[in-house]
């Protein structure tokens, strides 16, 4: 069987540091509202936990000849040069991952934070920002911290975006603002109203965030990150094989869940288990992965161009 007859995974990493995440910034219950707060508080050279961990990232894909796509926070773009050398002109895609890593609704009421209007420039800028940096263009975009509404999905199609990767549906979290029934774990163009795969309304192409049904009511996530941290390879080589029998799907990781630095103290530390697993064992445990699916990571845009 050669490649273009089988069902590929696209390997994604989501390019934001520490201080991105929602308990730091950038959401309706972190710690700083806005990333501007927090920089105004905290010297750059003292927080840098992705850039050697990406250029790493970037070797272990080189040996095992993978392409792989990477979701860049635009913020990063402009103030780590160490990621942009080891990205610009190499065999990987650039898509936007938003302009700082800013939520665009509130977690527990699901009403937007910002206006429409500021939403659709701020992802408008994020993607001039990065086109201009990488010298390429941008056509997938995942929403920070996977918390999608489904009135973005207009503006992303508007903005020139071909493809959306953020749509999660299981049982233990919903972030979206719509009642998320259950969604195909392979790619479909998206309803824009209730990010269905029913009556299409748009030209976006989602590429969903796999799950594993494994009882009647009860989904568990498969797509990647935090839970590939806390449950490892043995699971998501099980997730992944069930959801290739269906059609090509998606995996998707952080730089900074292979990093070896102690996270930095202002991250609360109301959830312990939060960092569970990072370093060398999620570093080890990658590698698994790339042993095991040899041949069948590719880039999301791959993904984009076989489905479309
Ligand atoms: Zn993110």
């Given at each position: 069987m050669t490649k273009k007859n089988k069902n590929l995974i696209a390997l994604s990493f989501d390019i934001e540091d520490w201080y991105h995440t929602p308990l730091v910034t950038g959401s309706s219950f972190a710690k700083y509202p806005t990333l501007e707060d927090f920089l105004k508080q905290n010297p750059q050279e003292s927080v840098d936990c992705i850039s050697d961990e990406t250029v790493r990232l970037i070797e272990i894909l080189d040996h095992y000849k993978v392409s792989a796509t990477f979701f860049m926070v635009a913020d990063v773009a402009k103030r780590y040069p160490k990621i942009v050398d080891a990205l610009r002109g190499s065999r990987h895609e650039i898509a936007s991952h938003s302009l700082t890593h800013q939520s665009g609704i509130d977690a527990k009421s699901k009403e937007p934070m910002v206006s429409y209007k500021d939403w659709h420039n701020e992802q408008a800028e994020a993607k001039k920002v990065l086109e201009n940096i990488f010298k390429t263009q941008v056509i997938g975009f995942r929403a920070p911290n996977a918390v999608?509404?489904?009135?973005m999905l207009p503006l992303l199609e508007e903005i020139?975006?071909?493809?959306?990767s953020s749509v999660a549906f299981n049982t233990?979290?919903?972030?979206?603002n719509v009642k998320l029934r259950a969604i195909p774990a392979t790619p479909y163009y998206i309803?824009?109203?209730?990010?269905?795969?029913?009556?299409?309304?748009?030209n976006l192409l989602e590429l969903p965030w796999s799950n594993y049904r494994v009882a009647p009511f009860i989904t568990l996530p498969a797509g990647g990150g935090y839970f590939f941290r806390l449950l490892g390879p043995i699971y998501f080589k099980r997730v992944l094989k069930k959801a290739l029998e269906k059609g090509d799907s998606m995996f998707y990781m952080h730089p900074i869940d292979i990093s070896r630095k102690p996270i930095p103290a202002e991250n609360p530390n109301n959830r312990p288990l939060y960092w569970i697993n990072k370093g060398e064992t999620t570093e080890k445990n990658l590698i698994k992965m790339l042993e095991e699916f040899k041949g069948l990571f590719t880039t999301c845009k791959e993904i984009y161009i076989r489905n479309k």
């Amino acid at each position: 069987m050669t490649k273009k007859n089988k069902n590929l995974i696209a390997l994604s990493f989501d390019i934001e540091d520490w201080y991105h995440t929602p308990l730091v910034t950038g959401s309706s219950f972190a710690k700083y509202p806005t990333l501007e707060d927090f920089l105004k508080q905290n010297p750059q050279e003292s927080v840098d936990c992705i850039s050697d961990e990406t250029v790493r990232l970037i070797e272990i894909l080189d040996h095992y000849k993978v392409s792989a796509t990477f979701f860049m926070v635009a913020d990063v773009a402009k103030r780590y040069p160490k990621i942009v050398d080891a990205l610009r002109g190499s065999r990987h895609e650039i898509a936007s991952h938003s302009l700082t890593h800013q939520s665009g609704i509130d977690a527990k009421s699901k009403e937007p934070m910002v206006s429409y209007k500021d939403w659709h420039n701020e992802q408008a800028e994020a993607k001039k920002v990065l086109e201009n940096i990488f010298k390429t263009q941008v056509i997938g975009f995942r929403a920070p911290n996977a918390v999608l509404a489904n009135w973005m999905l207009p503006l992303l199609e508007e903005i020139g975006f071909r493809y959306d990767s953020s749509v999660a549906f299981n049982t233990i979290y919903n972030k979206t603002n719509v009642k998320l029934r259950a969604i195909p774990a392979t790619p479909y163009y998206i309803n824009t109203n209730d990010m269905s795969a029913d009556n299409p309304t748009s030209n976006l192409l989602e590429l969903p965030w796999s799950n594993y049904r494994v009882a009647p009511f009860i989904t568990l996530p498969a797509g990647g990150g935090y839970f590939f941290r806390l449950l490892g390879p043995i699971y998501f080589k099980r997730v992944l094989k069930k959801a290739l029998e269906k059609g090509d799907s998606m995996f998707y990781m952080h730089p900074i869940d292979i990093s070896r630095k102690p996270i930095p103290a202002e991250n609360p530390n109301n959830r312990p288990l939060y960092w569970i697993n990072k370093g060398e064992t999620t570093e080890k445990n990658l590698i698994k992965m790339l042993e095991e699916f040899k041949g069948l990571f590719t880039t999301c845009k791959e993904i984009y161009i076989r489905n479309k």
